[in-house]
């Protein structure tokens, strides 16, 4: 005998969990996509017109992918096969297509649903390209991942990608509202744990109904606050992979709260990669190039300050260095700001590769031998410390390149000095008759 969609009795009666048990027979019963799912939506239009093309759903844990490239399956009469990248391979991939190539042949498409598809390596997701450009088969791949950086370019020009929303307070609640309807009780919670437990699930959608059905198991009694729950079931971990996207997020908003003098948001963004398992020597890494890049001279001592939180966790280890790195990220989010020295280093690198190999105009070379001498080396230099100011005024680009002015110090912070100091010299350097220096002409 067999139960539904080809089940066996047995299978149809075996144990499911909560969140196979109440995953949706209907896309109007996905919440949190309806920016996707919606009549406006790019796939309530394609499912309105009974048209789809292959697509990427990009979206974290939970968000409902799986479920949305199955629903989509049926409301479209194609043949829904299954593969997850992390289980297949070549030959799996070609069974699925001559299967397609069959069904098509008889007047049906399929719709190939590819779990994780950020799995397979370039070789494989070639594989794709005819199929998907002949239309033998509609792809749905799921991925975690940012595609730009983990799919091929051709593949992804033949497939739209849409972004799915982690799940929103609201989209939880109706989840956690579904599973008590299907439960016939209400979940044991007073309205603070019941917040907790949302907060607790973090826009995942089946680890929340795990979390339900650790809770409806639970012997009856007392209602559970926010403590209690945390008592009773498995807080999840933080969403942060050290080699992938959410690596690099993280810490670019780490960056640009600091960037932005946010500190308290620096810190925040601080705290999530340390308890998603951030190494901190790499933050403390991050620190050091944005003392140089964003605060540079406008506080000189911002270096000097990531360097010794830096050393300061190498002597001191976990938990008690991360302090240290934490007075760094709040020294330079409250640091002026300046990129000056970044940004002057840049146009310089321009000029040098622009200008080529001139060589330095010769008053400014050493003259170790006669010929040198004889060929004007030295001639005419003049020793900054014997002037009366300490500046000879003197060019010191090359002869045929025009003077530039790479360096722009800002109005903050002690580039202020900066900048006083360098108007004054360029007076200097404008007068008439410059003053001739005496004294060693030797670096």
Not at 122 to 138: H, K, M, N, S, Y
Not at 234 to 246: C, F, I, N, T, V
């Amino acid at each position: 005998m067999a139960g539904k969609q080809g089940q066996t009795l047995f299978e149809a009666e075996a144990p499911r969990p909560l969140a196979e048990r109440l995953r949706p027979h209907d896309l109007g019963a996905v919440v949190g996509q309806n920016h996707l799912l919606g009549a406006d939506g790019p796939l309530g239009r394609m499912v309105g017109a009974r048209r789809l093309v292959s697509i990427i759903l990009w979206g974290p844990p939970g968000c409902g992918k799986t479920t949305i490239a199955r629903l989509l399956a049926a409301h479209t009469d194609l043949a829904f096969e299954p593969l997850s990248a992390v289980f297949s391979g070549v030959a799996d991939l070609r069974k699925v297509f001559d299967g397609a190539r069959k069904r098509r042949g008889a007047g049906q498409g399929t719709l190939l649903f590819v779990d994780e598809i950020h799995r397979f390596n370039r070789a494989q997701q070639d594989a794709f390209l005819p199929v998907v450009e002949d239309g033998t088969i509609i792809l749905i791949g799921a991925t975690t991942e940012n595609p730009s950086f983990e799919l091929n370019g051709p593949l992804l020009s033949r497939c739209q990608v849409l972004v799915l929303h982690r799940l929103d307070d609201e989209a939880q609640e109706a989840l956690l509202r579904r599973a008590e309807t299907a439960e016939g009780k209400a979940l044991p919670l007073d309205p603070e744990a019941r917040l907790a437990l949302r907060a607790m699930a973090d826009g995942d959608g089946r680890f929340l109904f795990n979390l339900a059905e650790e809770l409806f198991a639970l012997p009856a009694g007392a209602t559970l606050d926010s403590q209690a729950l945390v008592a009773a079931v498995q807080r999840r971990a933080p969403l942060y992979d050290k080699s992938q996207e959410g690596h690099y997020n993280l810490i670019s908003a780490l960056h640009k709260s600091l960037r932005g003098s946010d500190t308290d948001a620096a810190l925040y963004w601080l705290a999530r990669m340390l308890a998603g398992g951030e190494d901190p020597r790499y933050i403390a890494r991050r620190l050091l190039r944005f003392a140089t890049e964003d605060v540079g001279l406008a506080d000189p001592a911002a270096l000097p300050q990531a360097l010794a939180a830096w050393e300061a966790y190498e002597r001191l280890g976990s938990p008690e260095g991360e302090l240290a790195i934490a007075q760094a990220v709040i020294y330079l989010g409250t640091a002026p700001k300046s990129n000056a020295a970044y940004a002057a280093l840049g146009a310089a690198q321009r000029a040098a590769q622009e200008t080529g190999s001139l060589m330095p105009p010769k008053h400014i070379l050493n003259a170790p031998t006669r010929l040198m001498k004889q060929l004007g080396y030295g001639a005419g230099y003049v020793y900054d410390h014997g002037t009366p100011e300490g500046f000879s005024g003197q060019d010191y680009f090359p002869d045929t390149m025009e003077r530039q002015s790479f360096y722009q110090p800002g109005p903050r912070g002690f580039e202020r000095d900066i900048r006083k100091r360098l108007e004054y010299w360029e007076k200097l350097r404008k007068r008439p008759g410059k003053t001739e220096g005496t004294g060693p002409a030797k670096a």
